[in-house]
């Protein structure tokens, strides 16, 4: 890596959630308004990546954007590469270690679990997990099914509270043993 890349490294795992995007986005990214970011970067391709609006994508989120297993073969076949663009739907949840493979939609309104290698699209509104990724449940299963067996808090920006008041509402509804 030059010097700067190593600059550029430096600046976006120095930047908050909120400011990497338009780090990204110098580099080719296309990412929508109000997208919090936890990765560092978006694999040796980042002008391959789109991600839509109110996006999270959580720490440890590898995009990978070629397949190099062509590498097998590259001195029968030196041009040889699989290049794929990856897209991201609107307010999209991305959990943590996910591996997302070149070619990749993922539709809007979907969680995608930690852990989980994305190989194929994802439909809109579905939640997947797994190695390979599979789905689990609707948006709306899984909504119903949260609110069910987790009864909402109130959050305290919308009473005007502080986050000691969060997590005395927290201790109160889990107790320790």
Known sequence: MNVRGIIRDIRVRLADEYRRPELLRREGAQIGRGCRLLVTNLGSEPYLVTIGDETLVSGGVQFLTHD???????????????FGRITVGSRVFIG?????????????????????????????????????????????????????????????????????????????RYPRR
Not at 68 to 82: D, I, K, L, S
């Open 96 to 172: 943590a270690q996910v591996i997302i493979l070149p070619g990749v939609t993922i539709g809007d309104r979907s969680i995608i679990g930690a852990g989980a290698v994305v190989t194929k699209d994802v439909p809109p509104g579905t939640v997947v997990a797994g190695i390979p990724a599979r789905v689990i449940s609707t948006i709306a299963q899984y909504e119903r099914r949260t609110l069910q067996d987790f009864p909402p808090l109130y959050t305290p920006l919308e009473a005007g509270e502080s986050n000691g008041d969060l997590r005395s509402q927290l201790e109160r």
């Open 68 to 82: 190099a297993g062509t590498w097998v073969f590259r001195r029968e076949h030196p041009e040889a590469g699989r």
